[in-house]
């Protein structure tokens, strides 16, 4: 993603992305559905090397993680040290709301014994 325009005012990709960051992390859909309309890549990930999905799910913002999956969000992108979002939703979720980051057909890996 290049600089983009917004009503007349260029912003840059890296202030675009940290926005999408900070929106994940918030849980604030309005705000994330915005810049991935605008353009910002649902694979876009932190310094840290976390994706907005990991964050939606860290966070426990369900409704962030639907909007990320429905948007092209990949589950199984890792983050920097190797997790992804589908191995931590059972954790970051919880219960009923961890089928939601888990496709269907895919199983979470389970611990080991």
């Known amino acids: ?3 983009t325009a917004v009503h007349g005012v260029v912003v840059d ?3 675009l992305s940290a926005l999408a960051a900070e929106a994940a992390r918030a849980g604030d859909c309005e705000t994330l559905s915005r ?3 605008a353009g ?3 694979s876009t990930v932190t310094p840290r090397g ?3 999905l990991m964050l939606a799910c860290y966070y426990g913002h369900i409704d962030a ?3 990320l ?3 092209g969000a990949e589950p199984d992108q890792p983050d920097a040290k190797g997790q992804t979002a589908l191995a931590g939703a059972p954790l970051l979720l919880g219960g009923e709301d961890a ?3 888990t496709p269907a057909g895919s199983r979470p890996p389970l611990p080991p014994e």
């Open 1 to 3: 993603m290049s600089d």
């Open 99 to 101: 089928r939601i980051a």
């Open 13 to 15: 990709a890296a202030s």
């Open 69 to 71: 999956l429905d948007a």
């Open 35 to 37: 810049l991935v309309a």
């Open 65 to 67: 993680v639907r909007l």
């Open 50 to 52: 976390d994706s907005l």
């Open 40 to 42: 910002v890549p649902v």
